[in-house]
């Protein structure tokens, strides 16, 4: 048994991150034939994206995929511990697990993801969930198949979570969730330690997978079919800097776009790693879009500095208006946590005239929600959660009416929109190469196409629109 310890995880060392490639233990091929599974997925695309490499794990030892978890031989949760109501979630969803397994003593459940890298979690499993057969985290993802045969032999409960990073696994199975859109991972972990964050203690240090390996990947989607992809990390900007060779985000950047993929997106971007030459290499290549998250956090400097976020608003708004003015159809979205510990109603209102001098293309907003192990769960916090909820409503207001205001402005414009599917109306959708989501009639055939639609209704979080031949 690995139990998984925060301290631990909080450490970085200077081992070199070494490349290992993927292997399937071979005694558990055909464990799963004739059985079936569901992966049940909260929080980030980084999460998202293992859930793709999980199912094909999954496959490659015989299960086969069922869309209802009540049918399936296997159930797995892959967490997410970013607020609390992310844990709450999950757990809510083990309670209905017990119930299901009560019923149905073959049901196997595992869990994994970012809350099984926390002891607390893990401890309140091998307490009170003991059900759970088998448990495993982030960083050893790639070790599905060894841990299921062994829950298969043994029939114990198992629990293999390593606090600490190891080796950058290549080649691992991949189960896409869509034809035409992928994700692929550039950078793993997080070294930026903002003081409300779990994600460097789940993720590990900063580490960031060769250049050709990536690029390699994107040739051989842009062989498959595929028309766009999503360069995933927690700080996408920082990609390169462990590298031992001089190769930085705009050169990665420089290097997807000669790929010919029709399009590029990027998330997460840090404000502080933004640099002029990023701005530049995303202004001059026309498959890299225009879409920019830029999360802020916050808009009073006393906060950012409690925060540790790096930068002042004046840095910020600096390096927006830049991205604004050198991207002129750049859209432009956040993330912003309120009710940080003693954020005063003069740091809130800091907050609103920032979103109003930005007024950002869209955004994520959060209450703050204490993680334990961070820095800022130590700090006292005196304000009332009546309080927190009204500051969010304030915000998600003021924010609603520039998202409005931004997708106001793209009526009656031409728009490439990558058809992804049908809405429950019937009607085909897509998102713009400024990532917002247009609805309107049109043929199923067109699904996977990039086409020229017209914007002729604008709403808060989403756009109408028609063919336009
Ligand atoms: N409480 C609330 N929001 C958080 N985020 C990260 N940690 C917390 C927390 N403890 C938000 C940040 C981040 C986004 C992914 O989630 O805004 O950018
Ligand atoms: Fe993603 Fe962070 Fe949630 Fe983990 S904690 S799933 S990395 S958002």
């Known amino acids: 048994m690995n139990l998984p310890n925060l301290l631990e995880a909080k450490k970085r060392n200077k081992d070199k991150v070494i490349k290992e490639f993927y ?26 994206h293992d859930t793709e490499n999980i199912k094909a794990m999954l496959e490659e030892v015989g299960f086969s995929e069922v869309d209802d978890y009540e049918k399936a031989d296997l159930v797995i949760l892959n967490t997410c511990s970013i607020r609390e109501n992310a844990h709450n979630k999950a757990f809510g969803m083990l309670g209905r697990l017990k119930h299901l397994k009560e019923s149905n003593p073959n049901l196997v459940i595992g869990l994994c993801g970012c809350m099984a890298q926390e002891e607390k ?62 994700y692929v991972n550039i950078i793993y972990g997080c070294d930026k330690f903002c003081t409300y964050c779990i994600v460097p203690f789940t993720r590990g240090k900063q580490r960031s997978r060769q250049p050709q390996d990536i690029i390699d990947e994107v040739k051989s989607l842009v062989n498959e079919g595929y028309k766009e992809v999503t360069l995933l990390g927690q700080n996408v900007n920082a990609y390169g800097k462990d590298l031992d060779i001089d190769y930085t985000m705009e050169d990665l950047l420089n290097d997807v776009s000669k790929t010919k993929i029709e399009r590029i997106r990027f998330v997460t971007s840090h404000p502080w790693d933004f640099t002029d030459e990023m701005i530049d290499v995303i202004a001059k290549n026309k498959n890299i879009m225009p879409y920019i998250h830029l999360p802020v956090q916050s808009g009073s400097n006393r906060i950012l500095k409690l925060m540790g976020r790096r930068y002042t608003k004046e840095e910020y708004l600096t390096l927006f208006h830049k991205i604004r003015e050198r991207i002129p159809n750049c859209s432009i979205s956040t993330d912003i946590i309120v009710g940080f510990p003693n954020e005063t109603e003069e740091d809130f209102n800091e907050t609103l005239s920032l979103v109003n001098e ?46 409005l205001e931004s997708n106001q402005k793209m009526l009656n414009k031409i728009v490439d929109v990558l058809v992804e599917g049908k809405n429950e109306k019937g009607k085909l959708f897509g998102y713009t190469d400024t990532n917002k989501l247009i609805n309107f009639a049109g043929d199923e055939n067109l699904i996977g196409n990039i086409i020229k639609v017209k914007v002729i209704e604008a709403k808060t979080w989403s756009l109408d629109g028609e063919i336009y031949e």
């Open 358 to 403: 930005c007024k950002f293309d869209n955004a994520f907003s959060f209450i703050y929600s204490p993680r334990e192990g961070t820095a800022a769960a130590k700090l006292k916090d005196d304000i009332t959660l009546e309080e927190k909820e009204q500051r969010l409503y304030t915000l998600n207001d003021t924010l609603n009416k520039y998202f």
């Open 23 to 48: 292997k399937v233990n071979i005694n558990a091929k055909g464990i799963g034939i004739g059985k079936s599974y569901y992966v049940k997925t909260y929080g980030c695309q980084m999460n998202e």
């Open 121 to 182: 979690v893990v401890d309140e499993i091998l307490k009170k969930y003991s059900f759970v057969n088998f448990v495993f985290g982030t960083h050893n993802i790639n070790r599905l198949s060894d841990l299921l045969l062994e829950n298969f032999n043994t029939g114990n409960q198992v629990i293999e979570v390593f606090s600490s990073e190891g080796n950058i696994i290549e080649d691992m199975p991949v189960k896409r969730q869509n034809s035409y859109k992928a």
